[in-house]
């Protein structure tokens, strides 16, 4: 494919996928395409679309992974945008520290190397970026490959996974999980809120938008449908449920461009102003994967994308927000979850030494293989996936497992360099106002 017809094959993708929020606000998007300009590894977080539009229906890269799929494992639950910064930290319902995958905007049902490949050419983007060798990056996909088909053959024979918590886990990871540790609800709090008259409300600025009446009441009845959405132990604490406070947001991250979101200050479980808790109200984004992904079955189980983000999230995580629930507003699914101080994303910066490299790459993979492992009917309850996720994986790596680390590696160093053209074929659309809309 020559570089214009590729400029072309950007340019038509985009335009299905942001179109529609681009129209609705280019503002938001120039600061995302901007964010996206300023490396190849930002570019990718922000393009789903395209590697969707590259690894299925026929695309330039839909040949890699072909061998490990069957009826099966090219129908599970997925995260739909595994890359290495998607994980980090989070209280679960259990109120312990966990290690895991995080941000499931885009789960949906799909082929699992679509995760597994996603995540490996972003292994390779990190690498280039901190001028790795070749010989290193392959090291690390292939750790990344053996410790994720190790950890299915461990669930496949024992059916438990560990969670990767402050007993449990070492190295960069141990750390990761202290930094979080020492963060306080006070603090986070005291950024966002204000102590007016014995009570808190939110601080305007910085995001922070006042909503007009009609919009205010149309959120707290949107709130009030979203309690009946929340997990038992969640809706037993009524006086946890009161608002005190609404604002709006606008987002203009990689991810949640030109998405209407607000932010709930709510009475925390005791009387105590530090307990108080923010949620946010965010309309759901249709999923890259979607778009390639078309049997009935799988759309028809989903009544808005709110309710597919946390049913794809339920089914994912062993342990999820407590918080998390979907609602609708203005006739658009919405995902509502806790803005919480203890949710931290995996920072690669400091990561230098290959130690501390493979080190974290190895838990990138057995956390990817307990995540896919635990969304089957059988562990998550729902009927979707009607089959045992380990079982047909372990079975389907079985079959080649040099074979499946040699994909993965091949796939992680042509995929990268791809994306490396790509990034660069984008900035040269950006700047010289080839993106319509903008």
Aim: net charge negative.
């Amino acid at each position: 494919m020559s570089t214009a017809e590729r400029s072309e094959t950007v340019l038509r993708v985009f335009d299905t996928a942001f179109g529609d929020l681009l129209a609705q606000d280019p503002a938001a998007f120039r600061v995302k395409f901007r964010k996206m300009a300023a490396s190849a590894f930002a570019f990718y977080r922000g393009t789903a679309c395209l590697f969707y539009a590259d690894v299925a229906d026929g695309g330039a890269y839909a040949g890699h992974g072909g061998d490990f799929l069957d009826g099966r494992t090219g129908r599970v639950w997925i995260h739909g945008d595994l890359h290495a910064e998607n994980f980090g930290t989070y209280l679960n319902a259990e109120g312990r520290l966990v290690f895991n995958v995080n941000d499931f905007d885009e789960a949906y049902v799909g082929a699992f190397t679509w995760d597994v490949q996603r995540l490996a050419a972003s292994l390779a983007l990190i690498g280039y970026a901190k001028a790795l060798s070749d010989g290193t990056i392959t090291e690390l996909v292939r750790c990344f490959a053996e410790a994720y088909r190790a950890q299915i053959s461990r669930l496949v024979a024992t059916g438990r996974a560990e969670a990767y918590t402050l007993d449990t886990s070492t190295g960069p990871v141990l750390e990761v999980l202290r930094r979080a540790r020492v963060r306080t609800r006070v603090s986070m709090l005291d950024t966002d809120t204000v102590v007016e008259g014995h009570d808190r409300r939110f601080l305007l600025g910085n995001g922070a938008i006042e909503l007009d009446p009609e919009t205010r009441a149309e959120v707290l009845a949107a709130f009030d449908a979203y309690r009946d959405t929340l997990p038992p132990a969640s809706r037993a604490r009524p006086d946890a449920l009161r608002v005190k406070d609404v604002v709006g947001r606008r987002g203009i991250g990689i991810g949640s461009a030109g998405l209407p979101s607000y932010n709930l200050l709510l009475e925390g479980p005791t009387d105590a102003l530090e307990n108080d808790v923010i949620i946010y109200l965010k309309q759901g984004q249709t999923p890259a994967v979607s778009r390639h992904v078309t049997d009935p079955a799988i759309r028809s189980y989903f009544r808005h994308e709110g309710h597919r983000t946390v049913i794809s999230q339920r089914a994912l995580q062993a342990h999820s927000d407590p918080w998390l629930g979907h609602t609708v507003l203005h006739g658009r699914g919405q995902l509502v979850a806790e803005v919480s101080p203890y949710a931290t994303d995996l920072d690669w910066t400091d990561l230098h030494e290959p130690a501390d490299l493979l080190a974290v790459t190895e838990y990138l993979g057995r956390a990817t293989a307990t995540m896919h492992a635990a969304a089957d009917e059988s562990s998550s309850g729902h009927s979707l996936v009607p089959f045992s996720t380990e079982h047909a994986i372990d079975e389907a790596i079985g079959r080649d497992e040099a074979g499946f680390t040699a994909m993965l590696v091949d796939f992680a160093h042509t995929y990268g360099a791809r994306t490396r053209t790509d990034h660069q074929l984008f900035v040269d659309l950006y700047r010289n106002a080839r993106i319509p809309g903008l």
